[in-house]
């Protein structure tokens, strides 16, 4: 018999089949919580729409009634400009003889310097020194209308006043000679302004001279008019 020399047919090869992996649960929207759940708002009625509205309504009409009140007085004042500072002049000679009236200190004579052009008083006052004894004669005097300065007139000075009176101003230990005086320099906590004054005694006078920003030649004119008008010189 013939022989069949044919190789035998190959079988085709299969691969495993993993099995698949389950399917996960469907994830449900939150819902909102119903009636009686935590967390659930009961919506607004009518009434309480009203009232919301009104609240805000009410708001509004407020804001506008200060804004009609405020904006009109911020416009009718202006800036300060030379016609603010002039209209604030003190006649200082009216001024002081009428303190000389209510001036406590017998004998006592209030400074009443003359000022050059382009100076002049704004404040003049009497202080009677009601909480500590101590009544002093007091001018704010403007130079230019850019410098501000004081002068502080009193009969009956101790350290304790000059320390109230100047903010706790302590002594440097240095003077300033003015046109044959001495001046005594004090200088402020760093924290205060202005940061230095003079401080003097003529003919039984104790005179305190401070200005703004502590502009030195200033002061120092300011001083000099000062001891020029002292009373006894």
């Known amino acids: 018999m013939p022989q069949n020399d044919s190789a035998p047919l190959s079988q085709p090869s299969v691969e495993p089949v993993e099995p698949a992996a389950p399917a996960e649960p469907a994830v449900e929207a939150p819902r909102a919580p119903l009636p009686g759940e935590p967390g659930f708002k009961a919506p607004l009625t009518e009434k309480q729409l009203k009232r919301a509205n009104q609240t805000i309504k009410g708001m509004f009409i407020s804001v506008g009634l200060t804004l009609a009140v405020v904006l ?56 009677a020194g009601a909480a500590d004894g101590v009544g002093y004669w007091s001018l704010g005097v403007i130079k230019g209308d850019t410098h501000y300065g004081e002068v502080l007139q009193t009969d009956a000075a101790n350290p304790s006043w000059i320390s109230l009176v ?35 005694e003529i003919d039984g006078y104790t005179y305190i001279v401070r200005v703004d920003g502590g502009d030195e030649d200033f002061m120092g004119e300011l001083a000099t008019l000062v001891q020029k008008a002292a009373p006894g010189r």
Do not use: C, M
């Not at 302590?170 to 230095?196: C, M, N, Y």
């Open 166 to 200: 100047t903010d706790g101003s302590l002594p440097t230990g240095a003077t300033r000679q003015i046109d044959g005086v001495a001046w005594e320099e004090r200088k402020l906590p760093s924290e205060k302004k202005p940061k230095s004054l003079l401080v003097t």
């Open 72 to 127: 009109p007085v911020v416009f009718l004042n202006p800036g300060s400009s030379k016609d603010t500072y002039d209209r604030q002049h003190v006649d200082q000679a009216a001024v002081a003889q009428a303190a000389q009236q209510n001036i406590t200190t017998q004998g006592f004579k209030a400074l009443n310097p003359s000022w050059p052009d382009g100076w002049y008083v704004n404040r003049a006052t009497w202080n």
